[in-house]
């Protein structure tokens, strides 16, 4: 079975950090594209982060550039978001999704990622 296990989320004060873990069995992060999604009950789920992991490239959304950094261990299989000067706006369910197509220098759109994970719950304190 393929699985996708999202991990780290926690409390936080603003102003803080936190690595969230992103750890797939069942496939080679070598051979797809890994991204992190988050969503706020209520709301629309927003695109955080893609990287290609067969060659490193990383891609960021605006609000998150700067502050977050994506990246890959291809010997344990996993990516992480390292999140710094964490925001009371960055709250939300944070889910990583795995695409196995070339998308040409952007992320996949939501409904064109195979996997998902289950998620894991950040929460920023101001």
């Known amino acids: 079975e393929v699985q996708l296990q999202a991990s780290g989320g926690g409390l936080v004060q603003a102003g803080g950090s936190l690595r969230l873990s992103c750890t797939g069995s069942?496939?080679?992060?070598?051979?797809?594209?890994i991204a992190w999604f988050r969503q706020v009950p209520g709301k629309e789920r927003e695109g955080v982060s893609c990287?290609?992991?067969?060659?490193?490239?990383?891609l960021y959304a605006d609000s998150m550039r700067g502050r977050f950094t994506i990246s890959g261990d291809g010997a344990k299989n996993t990516v992480y978001l390292q999140m710094h000067s964490l925001k009371p706006e960055d709250t939300a369910v944070y889910y990583c999704?795995?695409?196995?197509?070339?998308?040409?220098?952007?992320?996949?759109?939501?409904?064109?990622?195979?996997?998902w994970g289950q998620g894991t719950l950040v929460t920023v304190s101001s």
């Open positions: 999704a795995a695409d196995n197509r070339r998308r040409f220098g952007r992320c996949g759109k939501e409904y064109e990622y195979d996997y």
């Open positions: 990287i290609s992991t067969g060659d490193g490239t990383t």
């Open positions: 069942g496939l080679n992060f070598d051979d797809y594209a």
